[in-house]
């Protein structure tokens, strides 16, 4: 079955150091893929997404990511995180002609130590 | 542009009663979500709807859930009878596109059910 997994649960880390959100998907056929971010007591908002053309996709608030066809990766990253994007992070995947369902991964916790 | 609103934003009741929650999706988003979310958990989808059809409502709890999107617009999602594992955020989302486009959501709506 097509699946989304996000590797870390949970990822402490102190400011200003760098972080990396890993998330994986299952199959090789076409997929566009999505990172959402929701703050304590928030809605969800889009982060970034890869929907074709350069593997390396840039988003709000520093963060980037990189899709990796090969190893059917979607890792996230930020170079020096702040307190403020102590948050849940969340991987989402579509895949080609599946209705255009939309998969979830579980999310992973950033918690971002002064 | 607005986004996609949700009432109400909390609501409590007691198991067995039933509730109901609204969603207006953004204007000319053919594509409507509701999600479950469980404290600590990703978001889990329970219906799908193309303008005022339904693409997916394979996870829905079809006994207690039901969920409709007349002309297209808004919706509404029922739970009768509540019971108590239906407490959760209730989360509407909108995209222009299917799974392919960026989702927009709502505030959502925290239901405990006691």
């Known amino acids: 079955a097509q699946s989304v997994t996000q590797l870390d649960s949970q990822v402490p880390v102190f400011e200003e150091a760098p972080v990396e959100l890993r998330c994986n998907y299952s199959?090789?056929?076409?997929?566009?893929l999505f990172w959402y971010v929701q703050y304590p007591n928030q809605g969800l908002q889009l982060l970034l997404k890869y929907l074709s053309g350069s593997t390396l996709v840039k988003g709000i608030n520093g963060f980037e990511a990189e899709f990796n066809k090969s190893q059917t990766s979607f890792h996230l990253r930020k170079p020096s995180v702040h307190i403020s994007d102590t948050a849940e992070y969340f991987c989402a995947v579509t895949y080609a002609g599946n209705n255009r369902k939309l998969i979830w991964g579980l999310g992973t916790s950033l918690a971002v130590n002064p | 542009e607005a986004g996609v609103a949700q009432s109400p934003r909390y609501k409590i009741i007691e198991k067995r009663q039933s509730v109901a929650f609204w969603c207006n999706p953004i204007s000319g988003h053919a594509t409507l979500y509701w999600y479950q979310q469980i404290l600590g958990q990703g978001p889990k989808l329970l219906i799908q709807?193309?303008?005022?059809?339904?693409?997916?409502d394979s996870q829905l709890p079809k006994d207690r859930f039901s969920a409709e999107r007349l002309k297209g617009v808004d919706s509404t999602l029922k739970i009768q009878p509540a019971k108590l594992e239906d407490s959760a955020v209730y989360l509407c989302?909108?995209?222009?596109?299917?799974?392919?486009?960026?989702?927009?959501f709502g505030q959502g709506t925290r239901l405990t059910v006691v």
């Open positions: 709807f193309q303008n005022n059809g339904v693409v997916d």
């Open positions: 199959s090789s056929v076409s997929v566009y």
């Open positions: 989302a909108s995209t222009l596109q299917g799974g392919v486009t960026e989702a927009f």
